[in-house]
């Protein structure tokens, strides 16, 4: 800075006038020490801001996977409210671990992001995340425990819809293959799904069969079902993974049977027969999540708790 | 860092030597720091570190769109290599804009990243970029003009494996739609299409239709070059977009043809018939761009220039 106010005959003031966007500088002059700028190549260091005011302009995002298309909507939502906010993104994927999570969460704090969005590995406690004094928001999981804003999916919701549906078209037996039943979306799903079939009067409680699935373990539940005297006529597939594996299953056994997935999928409409699924809206979850901790980022605390994001049932079959 | 060393009855350069991770400071001390550090929640501020050493320990990416499962697996695998390294990753999309691709790479650089991938707008030249004195590679594209690192698809040998595919099974009238000619990666395909039907000696000259494409536009050249004497009996599809507009635009036709579509597609197994296509494999162009980046930024400069990634046909029809 002291090479620019020499190059640019004016005070070291000035050019820190000019670098900040602080107003009290005539044009000519503010022109005459971006030239300099220019001429000499000069960049602002944030490190120096930052230390001096503790604050960042940055976010840190924490997601389960970055490349599983869920994921990469919602990172692209909370990605594009960051740069509205002139703020800059980090991200990573815990992939499922609380330890990755942790020590994802301690690598942006050591950074002094200003805020965090955070997909928790599990559903426990994250007393530790709140103890940290830094703004941030739950999405797509909740955690248990201490309070904290959190913006989910109507998950129970969702499957309740799509076995109204089923029952709607004629289903009687009515069958639910959920993911790991250690994942608190899997668990809240197989609740909508025992409701919806429990109020609608249908036997199907026997019918669930939570994962992780493979292709051969999910044939073989499906086979069992279909066997018998009262076979499966339907499915709900408990996301998008356990949807692709339902379809491989069946594909591979040459058996046809009324699926609804969970979660949209590429190419749902050009499969035979198309595919209804439950739409979740991961952009809006994303959006909704940067936005709330926006607003907790800028001081304003009220109405703490979790948002719910309405899921919706894209009928194809 | 005075409240750890009063706390842990140690003098500040002990404090700083653990908070450092120097040697020469025995267990018991090191161990006592950190108990005053985990007492009084101390955490260590990288800010100041980055101003003394003007290392950040942090890569800036730009790809075209965080939520295209392409650049979605390519972040993964930057992410990745950053990762082992202990450096985090700054991530967002330029959406084909020069301009954000600018203000991007502007905001890394205030931010004093290490070292940057970049998927470049537009292939033109990134003197810009190279006058920055800061480690780059450009990964999917790369730029003309300055020479510089670039991690690259065969692209136009994939088409010709695409083309030579379908030349095999009998095909003589094979179609190419292709992506906006605006796009490097489309010319390059192109270029492949028409190299094999060249080499073959196919007469598919005037079938190339670049895009963008609706379903509505790729249906109206299709149902043209599809009409006459000789009607096409295949087509390849220049991306992904591309594949999955064509494969819509038969379906709304009632009309079968073979394809094979450049880009793996989710659910590619379960169409009907089963889509071949050309793969790419965006892990691996990500994970090398990534690792020739900390080469660079490691100091070694030595085999400046492109690295292409060959491309796989996966044959399911």
């Given at each position: 800075m002291l090479d620019v106010a020499r190059e640019a005959g004016v005070s070291l003031k000035t050019v820190s006038r000019v670098v900040n966007g602080e107003?009290?500088?005539?044009p000519e002059t503010s022109q005459r020490v971006e030239r300099a700028m220019a001429a000499l190549g000069f960049r602002r260091n944030d490190s120096a801001r930052q230390l001096r005011t503790?604050?960042?302009a940055s976010v840190g995002l924490v997601v389960e996977d970055l490349a599983d298309p869920f994921y990469s909507l919602l990172t692209k939502a909370v990605a594009r409210v960051c740069e509205e906010r002139g703020h800059l993104l980090l991200s990573g994927s815990a992939e499922g671990s609380p330890e990755r999570e942790r020590s994802l969460v301690s690598a942006f704090l050591a950074r002094r992001v200003d805020g965090l969005v955070v997909v928790p590995a599990l559903a426990d406690d994250h007393g530790w995340l709140a103890g940290e004094g830094v703004p941030f928001v739950l999405v797509d999981r909740p955690a248990g425990g201490t309070p904290c804003d959190s913006v989910l999916s109507d998950n129970a919701g969702g499957v309740r819809a799509a076995v109204e549906h089923l029952a709607g078209r004629g289903h009687r037996r009515i069958g639910f293959l959920g993911d790991?039943?250690?994942?608190w979306t899997a668990q809240q799903r197989r609740r909508g799904f025992l409701e919806a079939v429990d109020a609608l009067g249908?036997?199907?409680?026997?019918?669930v069969g939570m994962g992780p699935h493979t292709v051969a373990s999910a044939a073989a539940l499906l086979e069992g079902w279909g066997a018998?005297?009262?076979?499966?006529t339907a499915v709900v597939t408990g996301n998008n993974r356990v949807t692709v594996t339902a379809l491989r299953a069946l594909r591979d056994a040459g058996r046809r049977l009324e699926v609804v997935g969970f979660d949209d999928v590429e190419l749902a409409d050009l499969l035979d027969p198309p595919l209804t699924v439950v739409a979740q809206d991961p952009e809006r979850l994303g959006d909704t999540a940067a936005r709330l901790l926006f607003r907790r980022m800028g001081?304003?605390?009220?109405?703490?708790g979790p948002v719910v994001v309405p899921t919706r049932l894209v009928v194809r079959g």
């Amino acid at each position: 800075m002291l090479d620019v106010a020499r190059e640019a005959g004016v005070s070291l003031k000035t050019v820190s006038r000019v670098v900040n966007g602080e107003p009290a500088v005539r044009p000519e002059t503010s022109q005459r020490v971006e030239r300099a700028m220019a001429a000499l190549g000069f960049r602002r260091n944030d490190s120096a801001r930052q230390l001096r005011t503790g604050r960042t302009a940055s976010v840190g995002l924490v997601v389960e996977d970055l490349a599983d298309p869920f994921y990469s909507l919602l990172t692209k939502a909370v990605a594009r409210v960051c740069e509205e906010r002139g703020h800059l993104l980090l991200s990573g994927s815990a992939e499922g671990s609380p330890e990755r999570e942790r020590s994802l969460v301690s690598a942006f704090l050591a950074r002094r992001v200003d805020g965090l969005v955070v997909v928790p590995a599990l559903a426990d406690d994250h007393g530790w995340l709140a103890g940290e004094g830094v703004p941030f928001v739950l999405v797509d999981r909740p955690a248990g425990g201490t309070p904290c804003d959190s913006v989910l999916s109507d998950n129970a919701g969702g499957v309740r819809a799509a076995v109204e549906h089923l029952a709607g078209r004629g289903h009687r037996r009515i069958g639910f293959l959920g993911d790991d039943a250690a994942f608190w979306t899997a668990q809240q799903r197989r609740r909508g799904f025992l409701e919806a079939v429990d109020a609608l009067g249908l036997p199907a409680a026997d019918l669930v069969g939570m994962g992780p699935h493979t292709v051969a373990s999910a044939a073989a539940l499906l086979e069992g079902w279909g066997a018998g005297a009262d076979p499966l006529t339907a499915v709900v597939t408990g996301n998008n993974r356990v949807t692709v594996t339902a379809l491989r299953a069946l594909r591979d056994a040459g058996r046809r049977l009324e699926v609804v997935g969970f979660d949209d999928v590429e190419l749902a409409d050009l499969l035979d027969p198309p595919l209804t699924v439950v739409a979740q809206d991961p952009e809006r979850l994303g959006d909704t999540a940067a936005r709330l901790l926006f607003r907790r980022m800028g001081g304003d605390l009220e109405g703490m708790g979790p948002v719910v994001v309405p899921t919706r049932l894209v009928v194809r079959g």
